[in-house]
């Protein structure tokens, strides 16, 4: 059992920066394959970053690459994503999910899920 719990959410300006923080329970967060996903209103959830368990792989959805970076500090137990260069259509609930699996990319891949964090970006 992982519990993820989100944090660094809030209202930033275009062209502005957050980082998220997903704090996860337990002594397997190494052996787990790291997500971010995100879910506007009115929109499925979709992919955003997601990084394999020794951090030595990384992959973005098209849209955040460049702006995006996500990374684990497997000592911690805690993944990042670091969000630059905001725009509005960024604005979501951002989620910390964590997977067994081996691909990353579908949602249904992931076993534990955190509660979210709101990311608004004001133009």
């Known amino acids: 059992q992982v519990q993820l719990v989100e944090s660094g959410g809030g209202l930033v300006q275009a062209g502005g920066s957050l980082r998220l923080s997903c704090a996860a329970s337990?002594?397997?967060?190494?052996?787990?394959?790291m997500g971010w996903f995100r879910q506007a209103p009115v929109k499925e959830r979709e992919f955003v970053a997601a990084i394999r368990r020794n951090g030595g792989s990384t992959y973005y959805t098209d849209s955040v690459k460049g702006r995006f970076t996500i990374s684990r500090d497997n000592a911690k137990n805690t993944v990042y994503l670091q969000m630059n260069s905001l725009k509005p259509e960024d604005t979501a609930v951002y989620y910390c999910?964590?997977?067994?699996?081996?691909?990353?990319?579908?949602?249904?891949?992931?076993?534990?899920w955190g509660q979210g964090t709101q990311v608004t970006v004001s133009s």
């Open positions: 337990g002594r397997t967060f190494s052996s787990y394959t």
């Open positions: 999910a964590a997977s067994l699996g081996y691909g990353p990319f579908r949602s249904y891949e992931y076993n534990y």
